[in-house]
């Protein structure tokens, strides 16, 4: 199953591409209102968190079991073994509440909503209460092509370490994220059930983040996750800002927390500068640009201001500065 969520957001691709087609000799069948079926989802996750515990191994493995009263066990939002949060995310006019455990944060890197991870999964169908996807092995996905709940989630998470083993022995990982995260359908499938996934169910998973590639889905030599970042020439009253126990966010000048603001476009293009290979639009390539004197690119932290200096941590880089060749 390791194409699942390939496979499945292909199909939300197709089913996307297809309604918005009149040539369909079918009416399509309406979706239904999002915050209504968030309301339904919600209440069943809320259920489900006052009736269910989890256990997990010293690996974090993770099992979940209906509480019995006389079990001597405590529902998922009252264990004091863990912490039951949630995160707030906007999306199609809803703003979702996501229920996630942190069993463990990690200690390596952490990816951003643009990267690819490395994780072992188990997939819990609320309501089938009944497992419909796992991976024992870990297996890689690009998070922008699954389903959206997981980038907002795995986000907070961090890799661990690896140790190779020699002959095939030994080999492990160690101090890697692993959580739970409670997703209501429509940050999932909504209506696209398939297999043992029913339409409109939330879904559980319970997660370990064992590696990850940071990617330059633009190939200009600057990871996306540092296009992202600061860019004090268009805009200097939003700023990026990392969290440790939160996503990378966006403040204003006030601090406040600014949702509205697409990916970073220095250029003002209409491409976001993760996606432009001239992010600054002065005909000169980024790559060129971030050329050091060996030939070679610098890395982003670097990356010199016009005047060749590397020192200030928020200088304006040479290739996001259009007065800069
Ligand atoms: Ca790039
Ligand atoms: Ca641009
Ligand atoms: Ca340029």
């Given at each position: 199953m390791n194409n699942f969520f390939k496979i499945l957001s292909v199909f939300v691709i197709c089913v996307v591409v297809a309604s918005c087609s009149k040539t369909s000799s079918a009416d399509p069948i309406a979706l239904r209102d999002y915050k209504e079926q968030y309301t339904a989802d919600l209440a069943l996750i809320n259920t489900y968190i006052d009736t269910h515990y989890i256990t997990h191994d010293a690996d974090y493995n993770v099992t979940f079991d209906?509480?019995?009263?006389?079990?001597?066990?405590?529902?998922?939002?009252?264990?004091?073994?863990?912490?039951?949060?949630?995160?707030?995310?906007?999306?199609?006019?809803?703003?979702?509440?996501?229920?996630?455990?942190?069993?463990?944060?990690?200690?390596?890197?952490?990816?951003?909503?643009?990267?690819?991870?490395?994780?072992?999964?188990?997939?819990?169908?609320?309501?089938?209460?009944?497992?419909?996807?796992?991976?024992?092995?870990?297996?890689?996905?690009?998070?922008?092509?699954?389903?959206?709940?997981?980038?907002?989630?795995?986000?907070?998470f961090h890799t661990g370490t690896y140790t190779p083993g020699t002959g095939g022995n030994g080999t492990s990982f160690d101090?890697?994220?692993?959580?739970?995260?409670?997703?209501?359908s429509g940050l999932a499938y909504y209506s696209n059930g398939a297999g043992n996934i029913s339409s409109y169910s939330p879904i559980i998973f319970s997660f370990k983040l064992y590696e990850l590639r940071?990617?330059?889905?633009?190939?200009?030599?600057?990871?996306?996750?540092?296009?992202?970042?600061?860019?004090?020439?268009?805009?200097?009253?939003?700023?990026?800002?990392?969290?440790?126990?939160?996503?990378?966010?966006?403040?204003?000048?006030?601090?406040?927390?600014?949702?509205d603001v697409p990916f970073l476009d220095t250029d003002g293009d209409g491409y976001a500068n993760m996606y432009d290979i001239d992010d600054d639009g002065?005909?000169?390539?980024?790559?060129?640009?971030?050329?050091?004197?060996?030939?070679?690119?610098?890395?982003?932290?670097?990356?010199?201001?016009?005047?060749?200096?590397?020192?200030?941590?928020?200088?304006?880089?040479?290739?996001?500065?259009?007065?800069?060749?």
């Open positions: 209906t509480l019995i009263p006389t079990g001597g066990h405590s529902s998922i939002r009252t264990d004091t073994a863990f912490q039951l949060r949630d995160t707030t995310v906007l999306q199609n006019g809803v703003n979702y509440k996501i229920y996630f455990i942190k069993f463990r944060e990690g200690t390596k890197n952490r990816p951003t909503q643009v990267d690819s991870v490395n994780v072992a999964y188990k997939g819990i169908n609320l309501l089938k209460s009944a497992t419909f996807d796992q991976a024992i092995t870990p297996t890689w996905f690009r998070l922008p092509e699954v389903i959206s709940g997981w980038s907002h989630i795995i986000t907070n101090n890697f994220g692993a959580g739970v995260m409670f997703l209501p940071y990617r330059d889905q633009d190939g200009d030599g600057v990871l996306s996750k540092d296009e992202r970042k600061l860019d004090p020439l268009v805009n200097p009253l939003i700023r990026w800002k990392e969290n440790p126990s939160d996503n990378l966010y966006k403040i204003d000048n006030t601090g406040a927390v600014v949702t002065d005909h000169v390539l980024t790559r060129v640009e971030i050329k050091n004197p060996l030939g070679g690119l610098y890395l982003y932290n670097m990356i010199p201001d016009c005047g060749g200096s590397a020192t200030d941590p928020n200088r304006v880089r040479k290739h996001i500065d259009a007065a800069c060749h």
